[in-house]
């Protein structure tokens, strides 16, 4: 498998314009994320996904933010309007079903990031 | 919440050891440990889950104790390849995993 495929994999875009990050998760995880990374807070987890359900969207920042998998082999992250404190790394990972009940013991595959400029 | 690492950053030389400190103010599951090289993706470590069990990858290993939400990385014998930022990941009982912010880690030769 090719692994987490992101696309692009940098995107400068003006301010109020609509961005769209795309992601192709390894074929049969369970579980997608959307991870956004900056200097300031590090790695933080947007949204995630399982089975194509959005699962937790408490880390969308905004209404500006919107995230869809419309079937397992495909994921978009959107942003509009854009904003210049968007600007960041955008992350995308994918992960089996846990092994064990409760769940968060089985590891996560990252895509290259999308790098977004925001002028 | 984010869990909270220690030290922010630290420089080795090749061959010294170095400790990272990961703790929650959450009731943990597990703790899951990740490498970032510059420019890349974050890489899994390893996962540990609760009770008290410790880990080991090459000369990398990691304990988790989840009385005190605590987690400790140990890197023995440090290489130039151990180069990163390590972040520490924490997850309550879902496949959710909250991040820190990273401990920058550069071996000088």
């Known amino acids: 498998d090719a692994g987490v495929i992101q696309s692009p994999r940098h995107e400068v875009t003006e301010m109020g314009q609509e961005v769209t990050l795309r992601c192709k998760p390894i074929?049969?995880?369970?579980?997608l994320f959307w991870y956004r990374q900056t200097m300031m807070r590090g790695l933080e987890l947007l949204i995630y996904?399982?089975?194509?359900?959005?699962?937790?969207d408490s880390g969308m920042p905004e209404d500006r933010f919107s995230a869809k998998m419309p079937n397992a082999s495909f994921s978009t992250l959107k942003i509009q309007p854009s904003e210049p404190r968007d600007s960041a790394v955008y992350f995308c990972?994918?992960?089996?079903?846990?092994?064990?009940?409760?769940?968060?013991?089985?590891?996560?595959?990252f895509g290259q990031g999308t790098r977004l400029t925001v002028v | 919440q984010q869990p909270v690492q220690s030290p922010q950053a630290v420089i080795l030389r090749e061959g010294e050891d170095a400790v990272i400190n990961c703790s929650s103010s959450?009731?943990?599951?597990?703790v899951h440990w990740y490498r970032q090289k510059h420019g890349e993706a974050p890489v899994f470590l390893m996962i540990?889950?609760?009770?008290?069990e410790q880990k080991g990858h090459d000369k990398i290993s990691a304990s988790f104790n989840e009385k005190k939400q605590q987690s400790s990385l140990y890197l023995t014998a440090s290489q130039l390849s151990y180069s990163g930022t390590y972040f520490c990941?924490?997850?309550?009982?879902?496949?959710?995993?909250?991040f820190g912010t990273g401990t920058k880690l550069q071996v000088i030769p």
């Open positions: 990972a994918s992960s089996l079903a846990p092994r064990q009940a409760p769940a968060g013991d089985t590891e996560a595959f």
């Open positions: 074929s049969g995880h369970d579980y």
């Open positions: 996904f399982n089975n194509n359900v959005p699962i937790d």
């Open positions: 959450k009731a943990l599951y597990s």
């Open positions: 540990l889950l609760k009770g008290g």
């Open positions: 990941g924490t997850a309550g009982g879902y496949q959710k995993v909250t």
